[in-house]
């Protein structure tokens, strides 16, 4: 995704997924097709990846029952960068959400709900999670 630089604020970003226990060999192939098909939505849709952006209608493979994403900065409060890039490449996250809490993102901001939905429970790498909300 760093080769070329996207429309908006952050030019060059690289999306990460964190995912929590193990994952199988024929599991991966998939996520990373997915991942590979979502860097496209900043030139086919002009939304550039950047903090707070929600992607509706997205389905990651173990992340199955979850139909939205959002895009946070790494560590939510800072920009981390790939080291020794020129330009400067911005690792960002991609947090798959259920429609509740992406509705809650969308009215409170990234930080603010996911401290919010972490209070109450969440694990954002949990891939068998329930909803926090109803």
């Not at 604020?9 to 192939?29: D, F, H, I, Q, T």
């Not at 939304?47 to 707070?52: G, K, L, T, Y």
């Amino acid at each position: 995704m760093s080769v070329v630089a996207q429309p908006g604020s952050y030019p060059y970003v690289e999306l990460g997924l964190e995912l929590k226990g193990n994952c199988a060999a024929s599991e991966r192939g998939p996520i990373a097709t997915c991942l590979a098909d979502l860097a496209s939505v900043p030139f086919l849709h002009n939304r550039p990846f950047e903090p707070n952006l929600i992607l509706e209608d997205v389905t990651i493979p173990l992340f199955a029952n979850m139909h939205f994403a959002l895009v946070t900065r790494w560590d939510r409060v800072s920009d981390i960068k790939l080291p020794d890039t020129d330009p400067p490449v911005i690792i960002l996250r991609l947090t798959p959400l259920y429609k509740a809490e992406a509705d809650l993102a969308g009215q409170m901001g990234d930080v603010k709900a996911l401290t919010f939905l972490e209070g109450k429970g969440m694990d954002r790498a949990d891939f068998n999670r329930g909803s926090i909300l109803p």
